[in-house]
């Protein structure tokens, strides 16, 4: 019952955006900008800041839906939005302020992900094949998938086609265009493999 007003009084707040499932305890900050839609929903013991955006973007093609799991901390002006794909982010995962994700070619984040300020995951990209003919307005696509307990340093830019393995950790300021291993440590612009961890 509890639960049924407080999300009453949202709906009020929030007037035109959407809550397929929620789950509690959590804590939502000022200026959330919410709409889940698609069998979208967010897990229990969640932790929303101020002045973040989770949206499905209102199209009617594709597969698009956010998932959140449980146990997860989304900072300050955090962007996490479907643009027409999927993002489904697992448990225990921390997302650092100022970050966006979009989730066109699909994303999948782990569970156990530490993820610092700044961070930027782009799943499209513009055609470059044929600039003179009008390339750069076809997308093409490509999902991102993010292992379990990867630490990721601030200032982090991650492309489309991406798989970063298990444990990983990418240093700060690096911007990663091809897999990353298991257990290993990248870094650079492009971002490559320095160690391995274990």
């Known amino acids: 019952m509890i639960l049924y ?14 809550f397929t499932r929620l789950n509690h305890p959590y804590f939502i900050g000022k200026s959330l ?21 989770i949206i499905v973007w209102p199209k009617p093609f594709g597969e698009q839906y956010i998932k959140i799991g449980s146990n997860v901390e989304i900072s300050r002006n955090v962007e996490i939005i479907s643009h027409g794909g999927y993002v489904e982010i697992g448990d225990n995962v921390f997302i650092g302020p100022n970050s966006q994700i979009q989730g066109k070619g699909g994303v999948l984040i782990k569970n156990g992900c530490k993820i610092a300020a700044n961070f930027f995951l782009a799943s499209s990209d513009h ?6 003919s009008g390339s750069l307005e076809r997308e093409v696509l490509g999902n991102v998938i993010i292992g379990e307990n990867v630490w990721i340093g601030a200032n982090v830019t991650v492309t489309k086609n991406v798989v970063i393995g298990d444990n990983s950790v990418i240093a700060a300021g690096s911007v990663v ?7 290993t440590l990248a870094a650079g612009v492009p ?6 961890l274990y």
């Open 191 to 196: 971002a490559k493999t320095k160690r391995l």
């Open 177 to 183: 265009t091809k897999d990353v291993a298991s257990n």
């Open 33 to 53: 900008k919410l709409n889940l839609q698609n069998g979208s929903y967010i897990g229990k013991n969640i932790k929303v800041s101020d002045n973040c955006s």
């Open 127 to 132: 055609d470059l094949s044929d600039i003179s």
């Open 5 to 18: 007003r407080f999300v009453g009084r949202v709906r009020a707040i929030f007037k035109g955006f959407f």
